[in-house]
């Protein structure tokens, strides 16, 4: 192995920029480009969404295959299933035994075969896991290639099938070419897989069938919501994400008041104004002194009537909602200003003029996940 200040690490992440849909890709470039900068020799094992074809160079390889997002067809059955799994797993094993990386780091698994956990595993090399969306909290129990094989109940045709490929033993054969399992023993994970009572009925940092040795999360809130559906996390630390210094701008210090409160959002019920009105309590328990509140975004009718009423009583001035359009951002956010953007879940600067905007403020705030973590914790800055 070499020195620390010299490792090889193999980077696996679903998508890769150019070739990306959102910011979380770009938070995996930004750590990869930084360890280049440390003279640590890098390869990104990634997926070839946006290509014909596999490409490969001596930095990055698009060679994996997504199924079921950013466009690609959903793939159901186990026939169709097997060769997507087999070509994924040999793809990973290959990278691995040519690059001969000193350890892994894995980013989002969205999209991508999720037994690609079990060939890590099995490759008895150091792995890192980045978590930084939900691909593991919720997205692992929506794998249908481990659903087929460690789900309690199946239609009977399913499991018809499932059963006679066990007894064949075409599983055991698989779990070397495309793994079902971590290990023989493991044969159903109705906590992951099983209905909505066998999940609610699983305890916290519970579930044996999956391990992840080493691994942090982006936020506390991340964190706490895995190890709430089952999964063992609760040795993982918490490392919050930097925000590039070029969309930032002058800092004000902590002194002087915000005056303006700015929330950009999707206003959906399972995203965004639950969350911004959450925000606001916490803020005004804090006692920030905010002067006026405006929340931005695409309004559903059904939603209008109703945030008005579930507003703090105690903010100074106004709650105001309008579309997302540039005269009128740029109109809300002069003076100094908190910003960010907010769903319920992991944030990302969704397109550009988010960028120039949060560029052009005095304070930017961005919650990864939940806007309790960055106010209580005191990372707005």
Excluded at 279 to 287: S, V
């Amino acid at each position: 192995m070499l020195p620390a200040e010299h490792m090889k690490i193999l980077v696996l992440t679903n998508l890769y920029p150019p070739h990306h849909a959102g910011t979380f890709e770009n938070h995996c470039q930004t750590v990869t480009e930084s360890l280049r900068l440390r003279g640590h020799t890098i390869l990104v094992l990634t997926s070839s969404h946006g290509l014909s074809s596999e490409q490969r160079d001596a930095e990055i390889e698009r060679r994996l295959q997504l199924n079921g997002v950013y466009g690609h067809p959903s793939l159901t059955g186990f026939m169709e299933l097997r060769p997507v799994e087999i070509h994924n797993n040999d793809v990973l094993r290959e990278a691995l035994d040519q690059f001969q990386p000193d350890a892994v780091h894995v980013f989002s698994l969205f999209g991508l075969s999720k037994s690609l956990i079990f060939t890590l595993y099995n490759s008895k090399r150091p792995v890192v896991y980045d978590v930084f969306d939900h691909w593991l909290s919720a997205n692992v129990r929506e794998d249908p290639w481990l659903h087929f094989w460690n789900s309690p109940s199946l239609p009977f045709l399913t499991h018809s099938t499932r059963k006679a490929l066990e007894m064949s033993g075409e599983r055991s054969r698989l779990d070397s070419a495309a793994p079902t399992r971590l290990m023989k023993g493991y044969d159903r994970a109705p906590g992951v897989f099983g209905e909505g009572k066998d999940r609610a009925a699983v305890a916290p940092n519970s579930i044996p069938g999956f391990r992840f040795d080493r691994i942090y999360f982006c936020s506390q809130a991340l964190k706490q919501l895995t190890e709430q559906v089952g999964f063992c996390v609760n040795h993982a630390e918490v490392i919050y994400p930097g925000i590039t210094a070029a969309y930032i701008g002058d800092i004000k210090p902590a002194s002087v008041p915000m005056k303006r409160f700015l929330i950009v959002s999707r206003l959906t019920e399972e995203s965004g104004v639950m969350t911004a009105l959450k925000a606001l309590k916490i803020a005004r328990d804090a006692r920030l002194d905010l002067h006026s509140v405006f929340m931005g975004g695409v309004i559903p009718n059904t939603w209008r009537s109703c945030v008005p009423s579930l507003c703090p009583t105690n903010c100074r001035r106004t709650f105001s909602m309008f579309p997302i359009k540039t005269p009128t951002c740029r109109k809300c956010t002069n003076g100094t200003m908190l910003f960010s953007t907010l769903p319920n879940g992991p944030s990302r600067f969704r397109s550009p003029p988010w960028k120039r905007w949060a560029a052009a403020s005095r304070l930017l705030a961005r919650a990864r996940a939940g806007w309790r973590n960055c106010c209580a914790t005191a990372k707005t800055r």
